[in-house]
């Protein structure tokens, strides 16, 4: 094969300086400059100082970044399946999931934690939740105690066999898709505003609308009006300070009860008698699929 041809003659020259070094160091100064030379391995490796350590500006994580992950340029030497091929370094050594280098934790989320693929770590290694591509991914994802929200809610989300489709053309514009759950509903006009960092009109943050003439007679009681509205909150992607997500913030009236414009009035303790299966006697979420799931979740509350 020509790339062992092409490897061979590098080892050769590699050995090669490597007698001469140490000629010179011997001739010139003794043992001391040799000892050096030899605790420095890295100067004989193919690649540049630093390839290997995170630390430095050479780290291959950042030079495959920067070079529009041309994943192609490894594969030449380390084997189309990065399993070591004609270097004997397999890829697999240190990127040991399923998907070896390509695995959805590698350029973004904990690359210690295959479960957690979302930033903090974007995909310039930032983890300040103050920057747009890190935002509340956390609080959304990882730490969200009111309902279950996925990848698919705000981003097409590519598959093992077609991820490099989404990286390999560089940083896009527009990588929010809102979908699903967040235009459920009326909230067909749910929006991210790239330039502000806001989201408007999901049906997640209150852009819902139930109305009186679909429900069934024994549950009209409950309507104050012809339909129950929520907020339809605003809420910025990089403010975390609690503020945007209390109860009463995506649905709830000004007065101060959690209950949406158009239902009647009860104070939070007494959501329980009626929503048993979502809620509890402290007004506390106790089971995240049915709250935020775009259901109606009408339940009595049979230990009454
Ligand atoms: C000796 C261990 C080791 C080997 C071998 C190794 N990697 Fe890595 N690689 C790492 C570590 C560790 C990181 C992540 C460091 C961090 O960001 O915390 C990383 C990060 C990366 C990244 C992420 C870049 C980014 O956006 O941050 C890519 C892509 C990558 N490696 C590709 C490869 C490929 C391809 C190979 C084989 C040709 C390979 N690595 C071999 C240890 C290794
Ligand atoms: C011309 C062949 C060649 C190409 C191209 C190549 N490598 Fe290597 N790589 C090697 C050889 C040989 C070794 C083992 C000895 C060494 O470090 O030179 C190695 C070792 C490594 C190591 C381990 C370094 C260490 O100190 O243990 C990493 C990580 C690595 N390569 C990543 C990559 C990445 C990422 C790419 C693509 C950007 C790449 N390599 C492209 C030949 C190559
Ligand atoms: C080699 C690096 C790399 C790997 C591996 C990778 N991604 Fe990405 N990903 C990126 C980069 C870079 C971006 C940022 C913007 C862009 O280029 O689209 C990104 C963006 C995203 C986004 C935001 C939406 C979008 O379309 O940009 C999602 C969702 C995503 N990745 C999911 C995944 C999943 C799921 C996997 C595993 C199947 C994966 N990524 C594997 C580099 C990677
Ligand atoms: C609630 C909405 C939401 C969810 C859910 C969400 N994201 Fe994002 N994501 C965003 C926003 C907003 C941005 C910033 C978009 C921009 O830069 O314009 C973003 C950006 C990103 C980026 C780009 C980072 C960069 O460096 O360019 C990646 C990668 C990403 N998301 C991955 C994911 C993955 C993986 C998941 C699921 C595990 C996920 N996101 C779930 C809203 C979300
Ligand atoms: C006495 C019974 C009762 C109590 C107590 C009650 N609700 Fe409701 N709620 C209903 C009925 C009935 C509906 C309408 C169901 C339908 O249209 O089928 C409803 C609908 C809703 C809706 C809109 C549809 C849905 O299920 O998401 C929300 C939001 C809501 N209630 C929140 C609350 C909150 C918050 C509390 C506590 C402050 C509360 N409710 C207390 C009976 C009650
Ligand atoms: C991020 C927005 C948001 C916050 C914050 C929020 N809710 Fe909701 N809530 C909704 C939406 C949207 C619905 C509409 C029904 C659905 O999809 O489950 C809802 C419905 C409900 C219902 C009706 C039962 C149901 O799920 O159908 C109750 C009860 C309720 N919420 C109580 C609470 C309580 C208590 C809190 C605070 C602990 C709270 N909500 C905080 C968005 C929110």
């Known amino acids: ?4 041809k092409i490897m061979e003659l590098k ?18 100064d003794g043992c001391s400059k040799l000892k050096e030379n030899i605790t420095q391995p890295q100067a004989l490796s193919i690649h540049k100082t630093g390839f290997n350590d995170t630390t430095s500006a050479n780290f291959h994580g950042k030079f495959l970044a920067v070079n529009n992950f041309d994943f192609a340029s490894c594969q ?29 934790n590698t350029c973004h989320g904990d690359f210690h934690d295959p ?3 979302a930033p903090p770590r974007d995909a310039s290694g930032n983890t300040s939740t103050s920057l747009i591509t890190v935002g509340a991914h956390d609080s959304h994802l990882y730490n969200n105690g009111f309902g279950i929200v996925a990848c698919e809610n705000c981003h097409k989300i590519p598959t093992a066999s077609n991820a490099a489709d989404h990286f390999s053309h560089g940083p896009q514009p527009n990588i929010v898709k809102l979908d699903s759950l967040a235009i459920h509903g009326i909230a067909t006009d749910a929006s991210f505003d790239t330039s502000t960092g806001t989201c ?19 549950r009209k009681f409950a309507y ?4 129950m509205t929520g907020n339809a909150k605003t809420v910025t992607w990089t403010k975390l300070d ?28 007494e959501c329980v008698a009626c ?16 709250h935020i799931n775009g259901q109606i979740n009408y339940a009595l509350n049979k230990r009454k």
């Open 1 to 4: 094969m020509e790339l062992n």
């Open 11 to 28: 080892m050769k020259y590699y050995i090669l300086s490597f007698i001469t070094i140490i000629s010179i160091a011997i001739l010139t």
């Open 76 to 104: 030449k030497c380390h084997a189309a399946d990065f399993k070591g091929g004609i270097t004997g370094v397999s890829c697999y050594n240190c990127h040991t999931e399923g998907a070896g280098p390509l695995a959805c």
């Open 115 to 117: 479960t957690r693929t």
């Open 200 to 218: 408007a009109n999901t049906y997640c943050h209150g852009n819902f609308e139930f109305k009186k003439s679909d429900a069934p007679t024994e």
């Open 224 to 227: 104050t009006s012809d339909k």
């Open 242 to 269: 609690g503020s945007q997500a209390p109860c009463g913030s995506c649905h709830g009236t000004p007065d101060g009860f959690i209950s949406p414009v158009g239902h009647i009035k009860l104070p939070i303790t």
């Open 275 to 290: 929503h048993s299966t979502v809620v509890n006697e402290k007004g506390e979420i106790i089971d995240k699929t049915r």
